[in-house]
């Protein structure tokens, strides 16, 4: 407690917003009485919102969100890591606004301009052979897609899955899923089998040099340079899932190149290189789920499958592609994409004129605004930073991420190790707060 309070008076607790030069519109809807009783009344409850109080936001600029009574905030959510480029980013909304008065929607089974151009552009930032895009809604929709191509091609049924990893909540992708939260008492999950999260944090295994970030776990290992104890014990889980709960062959195995809903979670070096492997050596496919980590957030790399030095057979994208506009895509091989065209499928709003210029232009806002970098720079010297909140704070159990994924794993106290589930979810333009038992009005600039 002594060292907690020492800590507190070396640092201002009333740290200043930055300056914002941007005036808001002056808010005319509903009163917020009104909001809530619709709320209430008409929008479905499993659509739940945080606070005692929740916010009623009007509008946003770049990284700033105003609320109702033209309150700023600095949005460290970032519409749950989707904003990529900043609200309303002036070159995306005069692209959309541009469009939105020459097409917005035409069936995919023409050919229109927008489409091949975002193709060329968006395919043009994957290795070979990673070279055709199908166009989607939503991420589930896209590891849904993911998951029907995989078992397609392959003739093959079995998808093996991280515990702890978020694919969806689409009935087929549930069964991906595997944080309880998310289940529901239904069936789901024919055909997915979940294997050990390699997380050298709270695993059994982990060390002080496992993860591909500025900062370790506190864990002691007695690794040498070049090799990982706690790789090769959760490799041969893996291993021992393929070999006991699986047929001989499998149709692929999904992973997030860094786990986003469980916690910016972080597996030992080398570990999607070996498990790719095995995954291949028994006919499956390998698929990235870069909803999360994907468009330059880790910093380092564009793509998270990048940090691990592997090149998946299908990769999912949403959430940052659009800044906020519904659309993600699957990106894969001509010859796994070709698996899809043997029947129709089709998606009506998938591709259309309207999504792929937005997508379009955030592509251009992340490279000319050099967010990448940003992410690189702004989000070592936050896990630097967090990192120093270790030692003098109890409830602070790992500080880990990489780029603008960071997390903040709360404990009660570091020997029993049970948890308060907070964590940081951190935007390229915009950084984020998850808040899930913890009542946090705001996250201080500081």
């Given at each position: 407690?002594?060292?907690q309070q020492?800590?507190?008076?070396?640092?201002?607790?009333?740290?200043?917003?930055p300056?914002?030069?941007?005036?808001?519109?002056?808010y005319e809807?509903?009163?917020?009485?009104?909001?809530?009783k619709i709320?209430e009344?008409?929008i479905?409850p499993?659509?739940?919102?945080?606070?005692k109080?929740?916010l009623l936001?009007h509008q946003g600029h770049?990284?700033?969100?105003f609320d109702?009574e033209?309150?700023?905030y600095?949005d460290?959510?970032?519409g749950?890591?989707?904003?990529?480029?900043?609200h309303?980013?002036p070159?995306?909304?005069?692209?959309t606004?541009?469009q939105?008065?020459r097409l917005?929607?035409t069936?995919?089974?023409?050919?229109y301009?927008?489409?091949h151009?975002?193709a060329?552009?968006?395919t043009?930032?994957?290795?070979d052979?990673?070279?055709v895009?199908?166009?989607?809604?939503?991420?589930?929709?896209?590891?849904?897609?993911?998951?029907f191509m995989?078992?397609l091609h392959t003739?093959n049924?079995d998808?093996?899955c991280l515990?702890g990893?978020y694919?969806?909540?689409?009935?087929?992708?549930?069964?991906?899923?595997s944080?309880?939260p998310?289940?529901?008492?239904?069936a789901?999950?024919f055909?997915?089998?979940t294997?050990?999260?390699?997380d050298?944090?709270?695993g059994p295994?982990?060390?002080?040099?496992?993860r591909d970030?500025?900062?370790?776990t506190?864990?002691?290992?007695?690794?040498t340079e070049g090799?990982c104890?706690?790789?090769?014990q959760?490799?041969?889980q893996?291993?021992?899932t393929?070999?006991?709960s699986?047929?001989?062959t499998?149709a692929?195995?999904i992973a997030e190149?860094?786990?986003?809903?469980?916690?910016?979670v972080?597996?030992?070096?080398n570990?999607?290189?070996?498990a790719?492997?095995?995954i291949?050596?028994?006919?499956?496919?390998?698929?990235?789920?870069e909803?999360?980590t994907g468009f330059?957030?880790?910093g380092?790399?564009f793509w998270g499958?990048?940090?691990?030095?592997?090149?998946?057979?299908i990769v999912?994208?949403?959430?940052?592609?659009?800044?906020?506009?519904?659309?993600?895509?699957?990106v894969?091989?001509?010859e796994?994409?070709?698996?899809?065209?043997q029947n129709l499928?089709?998606n009506?709003?998938g591709?259309?004129?309207?999504?792929c210029?937005?997508?379009?232009a955030?592509?251009d806002?992340?490279?000319?605004?050099?967010?990448?970098?940003?992410s690189?720079?702004?989000?070592?010297?936050m896990?630097l930073e967090l990192a120093?909140?270790?030692?003098?704070?109890?409830?602070?159990?790992?500080?880990r991420?990489?780029?603008?994924?960071?997390?903040?794993e709360?404990?009660?106290?570091?020997?029993?190790?049970?948890?308060?589930?907070?964590?940081?979810?951190?935007?390229s333009c915009s950084?984020?707060?998850q808040?899930r038992?913890?009542?946090v009005?705001?996250i201080s600039?500081h």
């Amino acid at each position: 407690a002594f060292r907690q309070q020492k800590w507190k008076s070396s640092v201002s607790t009333q740290a200043k917003m930055p300056p914002c030069n941007f005036v808001p519109e002056k808010y005319e809807s509903y009163p917020y009485e009104r909001i809530q009783k619709i709320r209430e009344q008409n929008i479905a409850p499993s659509l739940r919102t945080y606070y005692k109080k929740p916010l009623l936001l009007h509008q946003g600029h770049m990284q700033w969100l105003f609320d109702h009574e033209g309150r700023r905030y600095l949005d460290l959510f970032a519409g749950i890591v989707t904003v990529s480029v900043g609200h309303c980013h002036p070159k995306v909304t005069m692209a959309t606004q541009k469009q939105l008065a020459r097409l917005w929607h035409t069936t995919n089974i023409y050919m229109y301009p927008a489409i091949h151009e975002y193709a060329e552009k968006l395919t043009s930032l994957f290795p070979d052979p990673l070279k055709v895009v199908y166009f989607t809604n939503s991420g589930s929709e896209a590891n849904d897609l993911a998951m029907f191509m995989a078992r397609l091609h392959t003739r093959n049924f079995d998808i093996i899955c991280l515990r702890g990893g978020y694919h969806g909540g689409s009935p087929y992708t549930l069964g991906l899923t595997s944080l309880t939260p998310y289940k529901h008492g239904v069936a789901n999950g024919f055909g997915c089998t979940t294997t050990m999260l390699p997380d050298v944090f709270r695993g059994p295994w982990g060390g002080s040099h496992c993860r591909d970030s500025p900062v370790q776990t506190v864990r002691k290992c007695s690794c040498t340079e070049g090799e990982c104890h706690a790789k090769d014990q959760y490799i041969e889980q893996f291993k021992d899932t393929l070999n006991t709960s699986v047929p001989k062959t499998v149709a692929g195995f999904i992973a997030e190149p860094i786990q986003g809903v469980n916690g910016a979670v972080q597996y030992p070096r080398n570990f999607l290189k070996e498990a790719y492997q095995l995954i291949r050596e028994r006919g499956g496919l390998c698929i990235s789920d870069e909803v999360q980590t994907g468009f330059g957030r880790t910093g380092s790399h564009f793509w998270g499958f990048q940090t691990h030095g592997v090149v998946p057979d299908i990769v999912t994208l949403a959430k940052g592609i659009g800044n906020g506009f519904p659309m993600a895509a699957v990106v894969t091989t001509k010859e796994i994409a070709s698996s899809l065209a043997q029947n129709l499928h089709f998606n009506t709003f998938g591709g259309n004129p309207l999504a792929c210029v937005v997508g379009a232009a955030v592509l251009d806002a992340i490279e000319e605004d050099g967010l990448q970098k940003n992410s690189e720079d702004v989000g070592t010297y936050m896990l630097l930073e967090l990192a120093k909140l270790r030692d003098p704070f109890e409830i602070v159990g790992d500080v880990r991420g990489k780029g603008l994924m960071i997390g903040v794993e709360m404990v009660t106290d570091k020997v029993s190790d049970f948890f308060i589930p907070f964590n940081l979810h951190l935007g390229s333009c915009s950084a984020s707060a998850q808040k899930r038992e913890l009542d946090v009005k705001a996250i201080s600039p500081h």
